[in-house]
């Protein structure tokens, strides 16, 4: 295993920066996503990892031998591709073997390693068989398969996920979770679906046009986006973001916004207290708005909106809601399966303003992320 250490990396294609002074420190043995999405440099980032990209400026480290101008075959690296990149005429039993033949790995250590990888990864009894003939869940297996028997450091994984249909995504995610507690072996992982991410990671580094605008645990993302982006790219259904301004109401400090005065909780107001009259956005979660009549107890920092229902989206186990302020302000909200609502009707919702997320309008920052949440 080993630690993986990104220094002011920075990729250009001509004139178009891809990756612009991107700093990463994945720890020892950590599962890291690298998520965002089609276009952001997730995929350019892991090839130059990889070192199938050269690095234009900064520092690459895989533990402590600095890799910028290292061949691929010598960083301990296995990557593992988006199409799995199996040789279509070789049996999985040639195909796990490949990469430690061309090693010239003793014939003894082979088997021990085959058997290993066939038994941890479910591919007993499929070792004659040629890629065709398996599903795409089974030869993502016999990629993994491949990639693990050459022992690496370091284990780069390509949205390997991104070809199956969602009930073997879901087997998947669950085999490599178990597949990381096995080997413990570091993982990064480029995928566009933060589903995956937030399942799977220990931290997940999100990014946007080849920039970094988090990095940190799943739950700290999602309970404290950095940004405006962070907050609309993790989290589903997506947050309803408002604009609005600090203002007071009474001894209340909160947000007036289109859709009514949002008092803030004692903890963020003490925060933005200085902030008096001033442009803000907010972001509420559509977790975080409850519907009145199956609101067990209102606090003082929970604001009550009058809307009326627009759509109703059936998502199985619960359905989602928009509604619109008499202003015409849109906002979504989640109710049990057993609720009916009928399109056209007024409803009370009430806002948990425990949970607001505020950020400053210019910057998009948030103005309430602790600084050391990681």
């Not at 990889?50 to 010598?74: T, V």
């Not at 950095?226 to 907050?231: L, P």
């Amino acid at each position: 295993m080993a630690a993986v250490v990104l220094s002011g990396i920075r990729k250009t294609y001509g004139e178009l920066g891809v990756i612009e002074n991107l700093s990463l420190d994945i720890k020892d043995g950590e599962f890291v996503s690298l998520l965002g999405p089609s276009g952001c440099g997730k995929t350019t980032l892991l090839r130059m990892i990889a070192g199938l990209e050269k690095i234009d400026s900064g520092e690459l480290f895989i533990g402590d031998r600095r890799c910028n101008d290292i061949p691929p075959q010598k960083r301990q690296i296995a990557m593992v591709f988006q199409s799995y990149a199996l040789f279509p005429h070789l049996s999985v039993r040639a195909n796990i073997l490949f990469g430690m033949k061309m090693k010239r790995t003793p014939a003894s250590v082979m088997e021990k390693k085959l058997a290993w990888a066939v038994e941890l990864l479910g591919l007993s009894k499929l070792e004659s068989r040629l890629p065709r003939e398996l599903s795409g869940g089974q030869r993502q297996r016999v990629a993994l398969a491949r990639a693990i028997v050459l022992d690496p450091a370091v284990l780069l994984l390509d949205e390997p996920l991104s070809n199956l249909d969602t009930a073997l995504r879901e087997a998947a995610i669950e085999e490599l979770k178990r597949l990381h507690r096995s080997v413990g072996k570091t993982i990064i992982y480029v995928t566009h679906n933060q589903a995956e991410a937030m399942t799977m990671s220990d931290r997940i580094a999100l990014l946007n046009s080849g920039h970094l605008v988090q990095y940190a645990r799943p739950k700290v993302v999602y309970d404290h986006p950095s940004t405006v982006y962070a907050a609309q790219f993790i989290g589903s259904p997506p947050i309803n973001i408002l604009d609005g301004t600090i203002d007071t109401r009474g001894d209340s400090l909160g947000i007036l916004t289109d859709a009514g005065f949002l008092e803030i909780d004692k903890e963020r107001a003490a925060i933005v207290s200085q902030l008096n009259k001033r442009r803000v956005r907010v972001g509420i979660r559509p977790q975080h708005v409850s519907l009145a009549e199956h609101y067990a107890a209102r606090r003082s920092s929970d604001t009550s909106v009058v809307v009326r229902t627009e759509l109703v989206e059936n998502l199985g186990d619960r359905s989602l809601i928009v509604g619109r302020s008499s202003s015409g302000t849109a906002l979504r909200f989640l109710v049990t399966r057993d609720v009916e609502i009928a399109p056209d009707k007024d409803v009370e919702v009430f806002i948990d303003g425990r949970r607001l997320h505020i950020f400053d309008p210019q910057t998009e920052e948030n103005i309430l992320a602790p600084a050391d949440a990681l």
